[in-house]
T-cell receptor
């Protein structure tokens, strides 16, 4: 089983749509969880950390279910500028390596 | 807004040559990292560095790789004898504490 597994995509959605990404992780001892976005051939950019209580930042909502080892990201009212690859990222120990999923590609069309 | 910087943006080298990739982490950050991403593949951890020593490294980070913080600002990754399979994008990252990591724009390494 992959350490971090994501929907492969691509997701093609119209502007204004709501889109959800899912991610599962294999290590139940994982401690920190993040969503990064990556534009083509660019660096990963931190989108948001994911907390057990769930958290929201504008149009973006992240959820964590530790029992199911499942992380989600919801994007409401999609914009053209949201087109990117979304990376689910897990940290198994404080200060240590980040483990990346393969990423889910999102394409928002006019 | 402070950011991680990396030089060069693109490095082309011959197989067997040594390369040094340079990074300037965010100034008040204490933890430094190198990752790589082979074209079309996921981002992979190479090494983490704290308090002037390696704190964790992956299987990829073998004897051909080394890291150094030669002064108060730079953080370098050296590959002693490059192989074709070292061709990848190399990202430096830093974090203030053991939390969110911020990435530099990357160095694209091409080994011929």
């Amino acid at each position: 089983r992959k350490e971090v597994e994501q929907d492969p995509g691509p997701f093609n959605v119209p502007e204004g749509a709501t889109v959800a990404f899912n991610c599962t992780y294999s290590n139940s001892a994982s401690q920190s969880f993040f969503w990064y976005r990556q534009d083509c051939r660019k660096e990963p950019k931190l989108l948001m950390s994911v907390y057990s209580s769930g958290n929201e930042d504008g149009r973006f909502t992240a959820q964590l279910n530790r029992a199911s080892q499942y992380i989600s990201l919801l994007i409401r009212d999609s914009k053209l500028s949201d087109s990117a690859t979304y990376l689910c990222v897990v940290n198994n120990n404080q200060g240590g390596k980040l483990i990346f999923g393969q990423g889910t590609e999102l394409s928002v069309k006019p | 807004e402070p950011e991680v910087t990396q030089t060069p943006s693109h490095q082309v080298t011959q197989m067997g040559q040594e390369v040094i990739l340079r990074c300037v982490p965010i100034s008040n950050h204490l933890y430094f990292y190198w990752y790589r991403q082979i074209l079309g593949q996921k981002v992979e951890f190479l090494v983490s560095f704290y308090n002037n020593e390696i704190s964790e490294k992956s299987e990829i980070f073998d004897d051909q790789f080394s890291v150094e913080r030669p002064d108060g600002s730079n953080f370098t990754l050296k590959i002693r004898s490059t192989k074709l399979e070292d061709s990848a994008m190399y990202f430096c990252a830093s974090s203030e504490w053991e939390n969110e990591q911020f990435f530099g724009p990357g160095t694209r390494l091409t080994v011929l």
